[in-house]
């Protein structure tokens, strides 16, 4: 791979990205004098009411550092040892997660190729037999992603028939929400209304994609669904112990619109992208790009011609997603500037006439 200048602006992840000044300021705002240590505290007691008026409902709060951390421990809460988890074969928890649902939390996945990311009853169903078989670890939980690892998104409808389909078999339904501000922003509505309202039982929130230094949440939405929150996160060395400055975080981003704000920002900065490139192709002065995916949220999926990758990475960090067949990813963050998006599309028409 093509060197790319240390400071370079990044389109490989929106991990990448700095931490938003007014995530920062509520950090230095909450380092006053001394609170109770673990979660006791005034900052992570006033997290739970702002996650109640988001969820429509009183909730369970569980701050933690990272997504794989809420993904592994909210997991293993809904299942018993001999539990399984549905989820798309491209889904977090499978691909990018160094197998920490298998070692860490002793999770047998099951997973399912999908074209959009996205599972679907249907899909479900290939997975979904052989209760009672006890040569057959028993899938009892399904894991969606909101918005997908392929940049795409669930409609509150599907949801629902995902929901209901689990619902009816027996199983619980678990939404990973590392960029659960995203999916809000594109889809104009309130975190309940794909949430709760749906039928989700326990979801991840996320906050360090968008914003955030480390604050991510579980959110239990519905009790009967995870046992043993409490004793599972610090098995996981998820418990913070000055808990305030992770909540802290949280109600900066999620207390009032700042979330949004920057989701929308970076799915704006993702849909310029997708036009400036889409334009650039019809005049001809990009060649060879292709598209591999709907540009939903803040994320872009595009083949590019042999070698152009690298010759773009010059200038821009970005990962190759499936480079058998030239296809890429680039994720826009809260900070990320029209300039940024024009230079790149520059750099990929270089890079693709030379």
Same mark, same amino acid.
């Given at each position: 791979?093509?060197?790319?200048?240390?400071?370079?602006?990044?389109?490989?992840?929106?991990?990448?990205?700095?931490?938003?000044?007014?995530?920062?300021?509520?950090?230095?705002?909450?380092?006053?004098?001394?609170?109770?240590?673990?979660?006791?505290?005034?900052?992570?007691?006033? #997290?739970?009411?702002?996650?109640?008026?988001?969820?429509?409902?009183? +909730?369970? =709060?569980?701050?933690?550092? %990272? $997504?794989?951390? !809420?993904?592994?421990?909210?997991?293993?809460?809904?299942?018993?040892?001999?539990?399984?988890?549905?989820?798309?074969?491209?889904?977090?928890?499978?691909?990018?997660?160094?197998?920490?649902?298998?070692?860490?939390?002793?999770?047998?996945?099951?997973?399912?190729?999908?074209?959009?990311?996205?599972?679907?009853?249907?899909?479900?169903?290939?997975?979904?037999?052989?209760?009672?078989?006890?040569?057959?670890?028993?899938?009892?939980?399904?894991?969606?992603?909101?918005?997908?690892?392929?940049?795409?998104?669930?409609?509150?409808?599907?949801?629902?028939?995902?929901?209901?389909?689990?619902?009816?078999?027996?199983?619980?339904?678990?939404?990973?929400?590392?960029?659960?501000?995203?999916?809000?922003?594109?889809?104009?509505?309130? #975190?309940?209304?794909?949430?709760?309202?749906?039928?989700?039982?326990? +979801?991840? =929130?996320?906050?360090?994609? %968008? $914003?955030?230094? !480390?604050?991510?949440?579980?959110?239990?939405?519905?009790?009967?669904?995870?046992?043993?929150?409490?004793?599972?996160?610090?098995?996981?060395?998820?418990?913070?112990?000055?808990?305030?400055?992770?909540?802290?975080?949280?109600?900066?981003?999620?207390?009032?619109?700042?979330?949004?704000?920057?989701?929308?920002?970076?799915?704006?900065?993702?849909?310029?992208?997708?036009?400036?490139?889409?334009?650039?192709?019809?005049?001809?002065?990009?060649?060879?790009?292709?598209?591999?995916?709907?540009?939903?949220?803040?994320?872009?999926?595009?083949?590019?011609?042999?070698?152009?990758?690298?010759?773009?990475?010059?200038?821009?960090?970005?990962?190759?997603?499936?480079?058998?067949?030239?296809?890429?990813?680039?994720?826009?963050?809260?900070?990320?500037?029209?300039?940024?998006?024009?230079?790149?599309?520059?750099?990929?028409?270089?890079?693709?006439?030379?």
């Amino acid at each position: 791979m093509t060197s790319t200048p240390v400071h370079a602006r990044g389109f490989a992840s929106d991990n990448y990205s700095g931490i938003h000044p007014e995530v920062l300021a509520a950090i230095a705002a909450a380092n006053v004098d001394h609170e109770p240590a673990y979660g006791a505290d005034s900052v992570t007691e006033r #997290l739970r009411g702002v996650f109640a008026g988001h969820f429509g409902k009183p +909730v369970e =709060v569980f701050p933690v550092f %990272n $997504g794989t951390g !809420a993904n592994v421990t909210a997991l293993q809460s809904m299942l018993p040892r001999w539990g399984a988890v549905i989820a798309a074969s491209t889904a977090h928890v499978n691909s990018d997660e160094g197998g920490a649902p298998e070692k860490v939390g002793g999770i047998k996945l099951l997973t399912i190729p999908t074209p959009d990311g996205k599972l679907t009853p249907e899909l479900i169903d290939t997975e979904a037999w052989g209760w009672g078989d006890e040569h057959r670890a028993q899938p009892l939980v399904v894991a969606i992603t909101q918005s997908s690892e392929l940049g795409t998104l669930y409609s509150p409808a599907e949801i629902r028939a995902i929901a209901d389909h689990v619902h009816e078999r027996g199983m619980l339904l678990y939404m990973d929400g590392a960029r659960i501000s995203n999916a809000a922003a594109a889809l104009d509505l309130p #975190l309940h209304a794909f949430t709760t309202d749906v039928g989700v039982d326990v +979801v991840s =929130v996320g906050g360090t994609k %968008n $914003g955030a230094l !480390a604050a991510e949440a579980i959110v239990v939405l519905n009790d009967s669904a995870s046992v043993g929150l409490h004793y599972l996160r610090k098995m996981n060395m998820q418990l913070a112990s000055k808990m305030r400055f992770v909540s802290a975080q949280l109600i900066a981003l999620y207390e009032a619109d700042l979330f949004l704000r920057n989701a929308r920002h970076a799915n704006a900065m993702a849909a310029r992208l997708r036009r400036g490139l889409e334009e650039a192709i019809a005049a001809g002065s990009i060649r060879g790009v292709g598209f591999t995916q709907q540009t939903q949220a803040n994320g872009i999926f595009a083949t590019l011609p042999a070698g152009a990758a690298d010759r773009v990475r010059e200038s821009f960090r970005f990962y190759d997603w499936d480079a058998s067949v030239g296809e890429v990813r680039w994720v826009c963050s809260f900070d990320t500037t029209e300039s940024d998006i024009d230079t790149l599309i520059e750099a990929i028409a270089r890079a693709t006439n030379a």
